[in-house]
């Protein structure tokens, strides 16, 4: 069984920075996709970004571009989403998933694991 466990989560204002990180454990080979997701109050859960275990390469929703980083230690089997120039509509619960997606990295249904979530508050 695959766990995830996110942390890094917290308050911080708006141009501040976090970093999210996501440890893995468990039977990670079937999983050759790491992503992160968030839920703000009210909405649906949305697609952040991701990255693939083998080659490294990463995938961003328009709206982090340029201000998120995923990257991965895999030495460590763990995720990290490095948050810059935060502005408060990144406040939400920040999700990681682990799955082997055949389509679109942005589709939930790829993903087979799934953390508790951390809560990312951005003040105005």
């Known amino acids: 069984q695959v766990q995830l466990v996110e942390s890094g989560g917290g308050l911080v204002q708006a141009g501040g920075s976090l970093r999210l990180s996501c440890a893995t454990s468990g039977r990670t080979f079937s999983s050759n996709t790491m992503a992160w997701f968030r839920q703000a109050p009210g909405k649906e859960r949305a697609f952040v970004a991701a990255?693939?275990?083998?080659?490294?390469?990463?995938y961003y929703a328009d709206s982090v571009k340029g201000r998120f980083t995923i990257s991965r230690d895999s030495a460590k089997n763990s995720v990290l989403l490095q948050m810059n120039s935060l502005k408060p509509e990144d406040t939400a619960v920040y999700y990681c998933a682990a799955g082997a997606p055949t389509t679109r990295v942005s589709l939930e249904r790829g993903y087979d694991y799934w953390g508790q979530g951390t809560q990312v508050t951005v003040s105005s």
């Open positions: 990255i693939r275990w083998s080659g490294g390469n990463t």
